[in-house]
C-alpha cells in the first residue's frame, strides 16, 4: 500500500513540475502548482515518517514554512494586479527602477 500512495504521490509532483513549467506566464498558476507541490512533499514525508516511526513534529515546521510561503506569494499577486491589473509576468517589467 505504501508504494501504491509514494507512485500516486510521485506522479502528481511531476503533473505539478510540469504545470509550472508550461503555466510559467501566469503567476496565479505558478503559485498554485507550488503549493500543490508542497502537499505532495508533505504526504511523503507523512509516510515516510510513519513508516519508520518517527516524530511528526517536523511535519508542523515544514507545513508553517509552507504557509508563510503561500501567503508572501499571494500577497505579491495582489500587488502584481494592482500595479498592473493583470498577472501575466510577461507584464512585469523589473528595469522600471
Known amino acids: 500500500m505504501f508504494e501504491y500512495n ?9 503533473m505539478s513540475c510540469f504545470m509550472f513549467s508550461f503555466f ?7 503559485l498554485i502548482s507550488l503549493e500543490f507541490m508542497m502537499i505532495n512533499i508533505l504526504f511523503n514525508m507523512y509516510m515516510s515518517f510513519m513508516m519508520l516511526k ?17 501567503i508572501i506569494g499571494l500577497s ?9 491589473g493583470n498577472d501575466f509576468m510577461k507584464s512585469l517589467n523589473l528595469m522600471k527602477w
Open 24 to 30: 510559467y506566464k501566469h503567476l496565479l498558476l505558478t
Open 54 to 70: 518517527m516524530n511528526l513534529i517536523i511535519l508542523s515546521f515544514f507545513l508553517t514554512i509552507s504557509v508563510c510561503e503561500s
Open 6 to 14: 509514494f507512485n500516486l504521490s510521485f506522479m502528481f509532483f511531476l
Open 76 to 84: 505579491l499577486l495582489v500587488f502584481l494586479v494592482r500595479i498592473s
